[in-house]
């Protein structure tokens, strides 16, 4: 199985402010990564996939990069509606394999 | 747009099987485009992949749950359904359906969701 790690596990931050998640996998995945946020008590919810591809409806602040075994996922100005769990998942092979979620919080 | 909505018991004793439907609506589940794909979140921890099926019947299992998982699927109620045997208390989780993108029978992303449903396994 592909391992997903994403760092850091929780972090604070203020509205406005620039926040960036990292993925690794454990091995190259070649972009077949999608990012989602889940909120409180709601079911996950698809942000991008194939690493920097929006979804539909998905805010511009939000963006993908990332390559081989690497990937981020920034959010340029953090909005009050932004403070969520966020999961990377990788999709390059059986079984499909998430990271453990990074937790954004208010400062 | 797609809507999927899980159902089933909340609660399922230890050594019994767990069994969820989800029914989809807004779509065909005999799309090309998806597979129909269960995940798990036990409370407070992350998310893993139960399986997908196919309109046609054919299915990917988690290979750490395959002993155990059936994933069935009726099209002509637009549903697919969960099995899960021998359940300990470590299968209490929120369980979600959604819908699993495919492209030529590679699994994608998961694009729509359910809202999930907690199954708690207790005496």
């Known amino acids: 199985d592909i391992q997903m790690t994403q760092s850091p596990s929780s972090l604070s931050a203020s509205v406005g402010d620039r926040v960036t998640i990292t993925c690794r996998a454990s091995q190259g995945i070649s972009n077949s990564l999608a990012w989602y946020q889940q909120k409180p008590g709601k079911a996950p919810k698809l942000l991008l996939y194939?690493?920097?591809r929006l979804e539909s409806g998905v805010p511009s602040r939000f963006s993908g990069s990332g390559s081989g075994t690497d990937y981020t996922l920034t959010i340029s100005s953090l909005q009050p509606e932004d403070f969520a769990t966020y999961y990377c998942?990788?999709?390059?092979?059986?079984?499909?394999?998430f990271g453990q979620g990074t937790k954004v919080e208010i400062k | 747009q797609l809507q999927l909505q899980e159902s089933g018991p909340g609660l399922v004793k230890p050594s019994e099987t767990l069994s969820l439907t989800c029914t989809v609506s807004g779509g065909s589940i005999s799309s090309s485009s998806y597979y129909w794909g269960w995940i798990r979140q036990p409370p407070g921890k992350g998310l893993e992949w139960i399986g997908s099926?196919?309109?046609?019947?054919?299915?990917y299992y988690n290979p750490s749950l395959k002993s155990r998982v059936t994933i069935s699927v009726d099209t002509s109620k637009n549903q697919f359904s969960l099995k899960l045997s021998s359940v300990t208390a470590a299968d209490t989780a929120v369980y979600y359906c959604a819908s699993h993108r495919t492209r030529l029978v590679r699994l994608d992303w998961f694009d729509y969701w359910g809202q999930g449903t907690l199954v708690t396994v207790s005496s």
């Open positions: 099926i196919y309109y046609s019947g054919s299915t």
């Open positions: 998942q990788q999709y390059y092979s059986t079984p499909q394999t």
């Open positions: 194939a690493a920097s």
